[in-house]
């Protein structure tokens, strides 16, 4: 099993290479395997970053957590990624673990709300998340929106 070192950053701490290594690793997984959008949001700047690297250095798993105020009034998990090789092996897990104990460190009694893949309701279920209201449609995927109790 691999195992990955995990690294919370804000965006002005990822250094070139970290914004590289980020911005390369949600193209592969969102952009390539999954549909055409505009990653860069202008909303990373705002987040903390949590990277998982293999012991090479590679960049495998990554989330944001989006401050309070930007995407909604509550914290908010998002771009949610693992490389497609580690999947099925826990760390999806693990990494929303890590986000959702870093959202309740940094915003303590907030919660979470998620825009979530629907096919994803269920792995984030294990987390806590419930979904709230009907699924909807963004960037061409079906979504649901989620939320979390502090």
């Known amino acids: 099993m ?8 804000r ?18 997984v969102f952009i390539l395997e999954q549909v055409a959008y505009l990653d860069p949001d202008g909303v990373d700047r705002h987040c903390w970053h949590l ?15 989006v401050d309070p105020g930007l995407k909604y009034a509550e914290p908010s998990i998002g771009r949610v990624v693992l490389d497609r090789p580690l999947r099925g092996s826990g760390l999806a897990d693990q990494l929303v673990a890590a986000g959702v104990a870093q959202t309740d460190a940094v915003w303590p009694g907030a919660g979470n709300r998620i825009s979530a893949q629907s ?3 269920r792995f984030y279920g294990r987390h806590g998340f419930v979904p709230v209201g009907e699924h909807y449609i963004e960037d061409t995927i079906l979504h649901i929106e989620m939320w979390r109790l502090p």
């Not at 002005?12 to 592969?28: F, K």
């Open 2 to 9: 691999i195992t990955l070192t995990w690294t919370w950053q």
């Open 11 to 28: 965006f002005a701490d990822l250094g070139v290479d970290g914004v590289y290594d980020m911005l390369a690793l949600r193209a592969r």
């Open 51 to 65: 990277s998982g690297r293999d012991a090479a250095g590679e960049l495998r798993a990554y989330l944001r957590l």
């Open 119 to 121: 096919h994803l309701q």
